[in-house]
Nanobody, 116 residues
Framework: QVQLVESGGGLVQPGGSLRLSCVAS????????LRWYRQAPGKQRDFIAG???????NYADSVKGRFTISRDNAEKSLYLQMNSLQPEDTAVYYC??????????WGKGTLVTVSS
């Protein structure tokens, strides 16, 4: 079984930056498509950013130009660099690993709060 553990969340002021990490254990990390999602209180979980097994990336319009997704297969880690954070970015952020849409794994999330 694959386990994913997010870290790096916390309280940040508007305009600030955070770097989220997601470390995997088990499985073959290099074979997973990886994604970040976020969920604000009372809202559905939304796709934020994705990175394929060959390094191609895509982003939700709401974070384009501000967030950068990356992966390090040697470290079995997924990252999300978040810049120019705003209050609407406040949410629990989840990492997701997907193997050809057959197997899917979720972390438990890390809370990001953007407030002055």
């Amino acid at each position: 079984q694959v386990q994913l553990v997010e870290s790096g969340g916390g309280l940040v002021q508007p305009g600030g930056s955070l770097r989220l990490s997601c470390v995997a254990s088990g499985g073959i990390f290099s074979t997973y498509a990886l994604r970040w999602y976020r969920q604000a209180p009372g809202k559905q979980r939304d796709f934020i950013a994705g990175i394929s097994t060959d390094g191609r990336t895509n982003y939700a319009d709401s974070v384009k130009g501000r967030f950068t997704i990356s992966r390090d297969n040697a470290e079995k880690s997924l990252y999300l660099q978040m810049n120019s954070l705003q209050p609407e970015d406040t949410a629990v952020y989840y990492c997701n690993a997907n193997y050809r849409w057959v197997l899917e794994y979720w972390g438990k999330g890390t809370l990001v709060t953007v407030s002055s």
